[in-house]
């Protein structure tokens, strides 16, 4: 019987990868005081959203601080503790720390798509039915590189030429906040 019931289950093959801050919580630089993580307004509404339309949960943040030693991977696992009991306790499928420096080589950090890549082929994916939502470019072009959807939120950093000629052509998507892109997928 349990076979059966594993055979007429449908799989998951949609996804959201979530930046963490600027993206759902608000960004101090460099946040390692769980005490110092406080939800974007939306951003709890929109994971709601994402569940009910039975996308997985993926978060990815970059956190150059722990190789630059100005925190510890312990700070980091603490800080996503505090988000995501913040947001309702949603279940993350998995959670990527990029610890590279900002100048350092890319293994996971953003806009690698390595990360990405891996969840995509380790739970059988859909491409096109996957997104990597948040407040800089580079976490827009780590969706791109791994052929899935790019998704930035409008935020105080500018963007680079190359990444502005993105948005014009549609490449990547532009939302106000989280909530509105949930609202509007």
């Known amino acids: 019987?349990?076979?059966l019931l594993q055979n007429s289950q449908k799989s998951i093959t949609k996804a959201?990868?979530?930046?963490r801050d600027g993206t759902l919580n608000v960004d101090y630089n460099y946040v390692s005081d769980p005490d110092?993580?406080?939800p974007i307004d939306g951003a709890r509404e929109a994971i709601e959203i994402f569940?009910?339309?039975e996308f997985l949960l993926f978060l990815f943040t970059n956190q150059p601080g722990i190789e630059q030693k100005i925190y510890t991977k312990e700070d980091v696992e603490a800080c996503n503790q505090r988000?995501?009991?913040l947001l309702g306790n949603p279940h993350f499928t998995e959670i990527c720390i990029a610890s590279e420096a900002t100048h350092a080589p890319e293994h996971y950090r953003k806009p690698s798509p390595r990360f990405i890549n891996e969840m995509v082929d380790k739970y059988r994916l859909e491409r096109s039915?996957?997104?990597m939502i948040g407040d800089k470019e580079?976490?827009?072009l780590a969706g791109l590189n791994a052929g899935i959807h790019g998704i930035l939120l409008e935020s105080a950093y500018p963007q680079s030429p190359q990444c502005q000629q993105l948005i014009r052509e549609g490449k990547i998507l532009v939302f106000k906040n989280l909530l509105d892109f949930a609202q509007n997928i």
């Not at 959201?16 to 930046?19: A, G, H, S």
């Open 1 to 3: 019987m349990s076979h």
């Open 16 to 19: 959201i990868f979530l930046d």
């Open 36 to 38: 110092k993580i406080h």
């Open 51 to 53: 569940i009910c339309q």
């Open 83 to 85: 988000i995501i009991e």
């Open 129 to 131: 039915k996957c997104y």
């Open 138 to 140: 580079t976490d827009a």
